[in-house]
Every structure is written in structure tokens, then in C-alpha cells.
């Protein structure tokens, strides 16, 4: 898990939110999201490494990972201490001078479904 915000307790946590969402999936998503092409919670940390953008309805086709997730989407502070210094972090120290007006949310997952092409 190097380079990522997350503990073994998070993977876990993710792992198992993952297969609960598979174990409830229907016929048709099972057949595209096949054991080969699943995602366990490790692999979505190695490819999930910064920040990703929140897309609220797209399409996959032609991509090799998918990563699709149900629940309820809370907006962030990003003056709060914690926040802050991620996305400075990440961004650099004058993160705030050019993001202007940007809005940063995070999703209460309760669905996560991933799909990747194996290589």
C-alpha cells in the first residue's frame, strides 16, 4: 500500500464491501464483472493511488478499469486540518490559490463494484 491513505483495517473493510456488493449483484452485472475481472480490495488500492475525479453518470467502453460506486455523496471541508493537508500534499502549497470555487465530496459507499482487464 505504498503511497496510499489507508491501513490493512481499511482494506479490509474494503474487501469486504466489495464482495457484499458482488454477493447481491444480479445475473446481468455478474456476467460482465466475471471472477477474472474483479477487483480485489489490494489491486484497487495500487491502482487508485491520488485523488480521482467523481464522474456522475459515464460510460467504460474501451477502458480497462472501472470502478463504480452507490451510496451517498457528502461535501467536503477542505479547510478542515486533516483535508488540507492531503490536498497539499497532493497538490502543492498553493493548491487553494488556483483550485478557486472547486467542490470536493466524498461518497458513503454502501455498493462498490470494480472491473478490470486482466493484463
Known sequence: MADVHGTQADLGR???LLDESYAGS???LRSITT???RLDA???SER???IQVMALATVTAG???AVTVHGTAAQI???AGEVRDFLVECYGDDW???AGSAQYARIDAKRVFTFGVPK
Open 96 to 98: 487553494a490559490d488556483w
Open 26 to 28: 444480479g445475473a446481468h
Open 77 to 79: 471541508d477542505t479547510s
Open 14 to 16: 474494503l474487501q469486504r
Open 42 to 44: 489490494a489491486q484497487v
Open 48 to 50: 487508485l493511488t491520488a
Open 63 to 65: 477502458e480497462s478499469l
Open 35 to 37: 471472477p477474472d475481472r
